[in-house]
């Protein structure tokens, strides 16, 4: 059986909605979906930030639990503001996203709330904790169409690997060509 593989969601008008809908019901998520978006961290390294990882900073710089590998990417205005209204107050040794038990939040957890907010809005994209990152990277390279920064923003071995991941179809790629000529 072939694994559910997640897509990223295309249209902003949906992102803007799990956006809404999730600063209105639960502000833990709504920083966790923001954060994702604008940063295109896997879950694993989201969930494992503490509050002092992100207070007063320029960067967030980690290493990928993944690949072992350091990353250190910008902070953006947007995420700068969501972050100094979230963090506010908190310990900079505690975990960025406690879960309900007072421990650090985790990726299932992360994964139930994904798929919830998209079920309730009738988002129809196969989503999962990846989500975020293949959005970020489908916007990224909408927005710059340069799969190399993509490249190394996720560290993948190959622009064929990233393009894939972000989920340009080979019709895009198509529609490019065509609609090009020197």
């Not at 295309?10 to 909605?17: C, L, V």
């Not at 502000?27 to 994702?36: A, E, F, H, I, P």
């Not at 494992?48 to 590998?69: A, C, F, M, S, Y």
Request: hydrophobic letters at 35%; a positive charge.
């Amino acid at each position: 059986m072939r694994k559910h593989i997640a897509e990223p969601i295309k249209n902003k008008k949906e992102i803007k909605a799990i956006e809404s809908y999730l600063k209105e019901h639960n502000k833990r998520d709504y920083v966790v979906w923001v954060l994702g978006l604008n940063s295109g961290l896997r879950v694993s390294d989201i969930v494992g930030l503490n509050v002092g990882d992100v207070v007063d900073k320029t960067h967030i710089t980690i290493i990928e639990k993944k690949t072992q590998k350091r990353k250190s990417f910008y902070i953006n205005d947007k995420l700068k503001r969501v972050l100094k209204d979230y963090t506010q107050g908190r310990n900079l040794d505690e975990p960025l996203f406690l879960g309900k038990q007072g421990k650090r939040l985790d990726r299932s957890q992360v994964y139930r709330f994904i798929i919830k907010t998209c079920n309730l809005l009738g988002i129809s994209a196969k989503v999962s904790t990846h989500t975020m990152r293949r959005t970020f990277g489908y916007h990224h390279y909408q927005k710059f169409k340069d799969a190399i920064i993509l490249q190394k923003i996720f560290n993948h071995s190959s622009q064929r690997i990233t393009l894939m991941y972000i989920g340009v179809s080979q019709d895009e790629i198509d529609l490019s060509y065509k609609n090009f000529e020197l």
